[in-house]
């Protein structure tokens, strides 16, 4: 059974509890790694600048302690492969779903399992529905 390595699980560590406990979940599914979850304000502006991000710190779910959101990617890392990208989002969903946690991912924002609609992509981004009223804004 595939599980998290020293990398992967000091960025989940970071995370909401409910993001942890669908990751730890996951894991047990499928191989992958957390590539980001709380980013500092330097590091936000370098993923806004970057073309990764729409937003700057504070406007995005990785800006807050615990972070909001989490970018996990199916491992080995392949970027170009969307297609094992997209595959790995919809299991990521399905037990989401059967966990009762609400999150969307970065594929299809307004969660309408529709992806050409989507303007911007950020496939490896998961974050909470409700994460503006968890973090208070």
Not at 54 to 66: I, M, Q, T, V
Not at 97 to 121: P, V, Y
Request: proline share 4%.
């Amino acid at each position: 059974m595939p599980k998290f390595g020293k990398r992967s699980r000091a960025n989940l560590d970071k995370s909401h509890r409910g993001l942890q406990k669908l990751f730890e979940e996951v894991i047990k599914h499928f191989d992958c790694s957390v590539i980001c979850s709380y980013r500092g304000e330097v590091a936000q502006e370098m993923a806004f600048d970057a073309g990764h991000s729409n937003a700057h710190f504070g406007e995005s779910p990785h800006n807050f302690k615990p972070a909001l959101a989490v970018d996990v990617v199916p491992y080995p890392i392949e970027w170009r492969d969307k297609d094992r990208m997209h595959y790995f989002a919809g299991q990521v969903m399905g037990i989401a779903a059967k966990m009762g946690i609400e999150i969307k991912w970065g594929g299809d924002w307004d969660r309408d399992t529709h992806l050409s609609d989507e303007r911007f992509h950020d496939l490896p981004h998961f974050e909470l529905v409700n994460w503006k009223e968890s973090a208070g804004l």
